[in-house]
């Protein structure tokens, strides 16, 4: 099961509170505004600066 549409409208970067989309694998959360992947880990967000990846 993939992260809900409905939790998807929720969701915001922990960083600049901008909203997050599903990337293209459905494995991440990108905000686009601070260049971050967030990951999904057994379908749960993990919504932590810490464990964001940086997007080139």
Same mark, same amino acid.
């Given at each position: 099961?993939?992260?809900?549409?409905?939790?998807?409208?929720?969701?915001?970067?922990?960083?600049?509170?901008? *909203? #997050?989309? +599903?990337?293209?694998?459905?494995?991440? @959360?990108?905000?686009?505004?601070?260049?971050?992947?967030?990951?999904?880990?057994?379908?749960? *967000? #993990?919504? +932590?600066?810490?464990?964001?990846?940086? @997007?080139?």
């Amino acid at each position: 099961m993939a992260v809900s549409q409905e939790l998807l409208e929720i969701l915001a970067c922990p960083k600049c509170k901008q *909203p #997050v989309t +599903l990337n293209a694998a459905g494995t991440g @959360l990108v905000c686009s505004a601070c260049r971050l992947e967030y990951p999904i880990v057994d379908d749960i *967000p #993990v919504m +932590l600066i810490d464990e964001a990846r940086t @997007l080139e």
